[in-house]
């Protein structure tokens, strides 16, 4: 190799590594707000207001607004706010963090709103105009009644998920076999309702279990936020 040949060489390398360095770094987004913590008073009369306390984190470190929407169409902003209904029943609310890119988190609770004159409750607000006091967060306990599974065609597990007494269950779900995840999904359920939840296997793993079928599988509910342990059964897959 000549003299000139180790020269052009050598400054087409130079070129390259300047341009490497000059090249902007891609920034690896993180996920979206974690609301690290969410209370509400858990029931109130009709006419007194009802507290409602979040806080949330981003991964990224940047801010966090947290807003809130009621069944009602009212809407507040903050990490403190209060809330009046005046019709008694059961009531939705709503919180939302969302991060200065648009990413957000969700939890979705109820509120009994008792008539006016109803003997005071725990989780009832104190005198009108102090914050009232958040009551505990309702039990929400969310199950599977049923063990027996399939892998359809489409690749999908169908997984039943029923939400017991108390406050509408919200968390993940998802299915496992010899300690390794297959698939997980966000799941929101109604108090005393049940929801099918359509998991997605992967077609990797959606080969392999058509290979050995018939194994037993693990059922991992959770419940958020807070509020419960996992719920765990073991069940067998059929392939469909």
């Known amino acids: 190799m000549t003299a000139?040949?180790?020269?052009?060489?050598?400054?087409?390398?130079?070129v390259a590594a300047l341009s490497a360095a000059a090249a902007p770094a891609t920034a690896t987004a993180a996920g979206p707000p974690v609301l690290?913590?969410?209370?509400?008073?858990?029931?109130?009369?009709?006419?007194?207001?009802?507290?409602?306390i979040a806080e949330a984190v981003d991964p990224d470190g940047g801010p966090v607004?947290?807003?809130?929407?009621?069944?009602?169409?009212?809407?507040?902003?903050?990490?403190?706010v209060t809330k009046v209904w005046t019709t008694p029943g059961r009531h939705t609310a709503r919180v939302t963090a969302t991060d200065i890119t648009g990413k957000r988190t969700m939890r979705k609770f109820a509120v009994e709103?008792?008539?006016?004159?109803?003997?005071?409750?725990?989780?009832?607000?104190?005198?009108?105009?102090?914050?009232?006091?958040?009551?505990?967060?309702?039990?929400?306990?969310?199950?599977?009644p049923t063990t027996a599974l399939r892998l359809t065609t489409t690749n999908a597990i169908p997984v039943r998920v029923r939400c017991e007494r108390g406050a509408d269950c919200t968390g993940t779900v998802s299915v496992a076999r010899s300690g390794r995840r297959l698939a997980a999904a966000h799941y929101e359920v109604g108090g005393g309702r049940r929801a099918t939840i359509r998991l997605r296997v992967p077609a990797t793993a959606a080969r392999?279990?058509?290979?050995r079928p018939g194994r037993r599988v693990s059922v991992v509910v959770?419940?958020?936020?807070?509020?419960?342990?996992?719920a765990r059964v073991d069940g067998t897959l059929r392939v469909g």
Do not use: E, K
């Open 36 to 52: 690290t913590s969410v209370h509400w008073t858990l029931r109130v009369t009709a006419g007194s207001p009802a507290g409602f």
């Open 222 to 230: 959770t419940v958020a936020p807070q509020n419960g342990a996992a």
């Open 65 to 80: 607004t947290i807003a809130w929407t009621f069944d009602d169409g009212t809407f507040a902003t903050g990490a403190r």
């Open 4 to 14: 000139s040949l180790v020269r052009a060489l050598a400054l087409a390398l130079s």
């Open 113 to 144: 709103v008792l008539p006016v004159g109803t003997a005071p409750l725990p989780g009832a607000p104190p005198t009108a105009g102090h914050m009232p006091r958040p009551g505990p967060a309702p039990v929400a306990r969310a199950s599977v």
């Open 208 to 211: 392999a279990l058509r290979r």
